[in-house]
C-alpha cells in the first residue's frame, strides 16, 4: 500500500509542523487513492489535497522527492525554485528541511534554485548557528552583464555564515 514505508511519515510531519495538518492517503478498495490533510486538532476533517492552497500542493513532491532522497536512492537531488507558491514564512521552514536532508546519514548533493532571500537567510542562519557545514554550501549568484550575457559567480561562507569571495 501507498501508506506503507518510510517516505509518507517524513512528509506528513512537515506538514504537521508547520500547518497542524497531517498528510493520509485514503486508499479506495478500486486501487484509487486521494491524499488529503486532516487537521490535528479536527481528527474527522480531511481535506482533498486538491481544494488545498497551490503551496501546500506545489510543497508535497518537493518534500516527497527529498524524503526519497534522504533513504539513499539518489547522489543529487536538483529542484527548482521549492518554495514556489510557499507564503513566504514557510521558505525558512523548507530551507531547514533541506539542512536537515544533508545532513542524514546517507548522504548527498543538493542542488536548488530559488529567488527567496527567506531560504537563503535560513541556510546563512544554520550555518552561523553550526547546524551546516560551511563547506558543504554553495551558492551561485547568477548577474546580467551590460551586454545581456549572464554570469553565474560562486559564493562560498565562513563558518559565521558571511560570504566569502571578491
Known amino acids: ?5 518510510l517516505i509518507l511519515p517524513k512528509v506528513s510531519h512537515w506538514y504537521e509542523t508547520h500547518f497542524q495538518q497531517k498528510v493520509i ?4 478498495w478500486t486501487g484509487h487513492f486521494q491524499i488529503k ?18 503551496g501546500l500542493i506545489q510543497v508535497l513532491p518537493v518534500l516527497v522527492a527529498g524524503a526519497i532522497a534522504s533513504e539513499g536512492s539518489t547522489e543529487i537531488l536538483a529542484i527548482e525554485e521549492p518554495e514556489s507558491h510557499l507564503q513566504p514564512r514557510f521558505h525558512a521552514a523548507l530551507a531547514e528541511y533541506f539542512c536537515e536532508l544533508v545532513r542524514s546519514p546517507k548522504p548527498f548533493k543538493v542542488l536548488l534554485e530559488t529567488h527567496s532571500e527567506n531560504f537563503l537567510l535560513r541556510i546563512q542562519l544554520a550555518i552561523a548557528k553550526g547546524e551546516l557545514d560551511p563547506k558543504l554550501v554553495m551558492i551561485y549568484w547568477v548577474r546580467q552583464l551590460e551586454d545581456g550575457r549572464s554570469i553565474a559567480e560562486p559564493v562560498t561562507f565562513d563558518e559565521f555564515a558571511r560570504p566569502q569571495g571578491e
Open 1 to 5: 500500500s501507498i501508506s506503507d514505508g
Open 37 to 54: 490533510l486532516q487537521r490535528s486538532d479536527s481528527p474527522a476533517v480531511k481535506v482533498n489535497m486538491l481544494d488545498v492552497g497551490e
Open 25 to 28: 492517503v485514503d486508499e479506495e
